[in-house]
């Protein structure tokens, strides 16, 4: 089943603490053009600096405040990037991810964006 994603990311959250880049967040690398594929899709959030993961969390939420049940979050390539791992295939509908990240200079930021799932 494919599933395009269309990912809504203000810039505010990229432009928000220039001065403190490094916890947060560069952009969410679901593409808007690309589909998301299921069972085994991931929602990416990139960094610009390598991010510690055992202090990070990333909490996927549908339209309805419910929490989606995920896999354990994991760092992906040089540590700038987070995998999240979905259970099971999203269905149509807006949903928001909620993210917290220290970088590995020990800086703290957190944030949220919203995105689309149309079949």
């Not at 040089?78 to 259970?87: E, F, K, Q, Y």
């Amino acid at each position: 089943m494919n599933i395009a994603v269309k990912c809504a990311l203000p810039l505010a959250a990229v432009l928000l603490f220039p001065a403190m880049a490094s916890a947060s967040l560069e952009a969410p690398a679901s593409s808007l053009s690309e589909p998301l594929r299921a069972p085994d899709a991931n929602l990416v959030l990139k960094f610009p600096d390598r991010v510690k993961l055992a202090s990070a969390s990333i909490e996927l939420i549908d339209a309805n405040s419910r929490r989606i049940a995920t896999d354990k979050p994991e760092l992906r390539g040089d540590g700038t990037g987070v995998n999240l791992p979905l259970r099971a295939p999203l269905q149509p509908g807006i949903y928001t991810v909620k993210w917290h990240a220290t970088s590995s200079d020990g800086r703290v930021n957190e944030g949220s964006y919203d995105f689309h799932v149309d079949l």
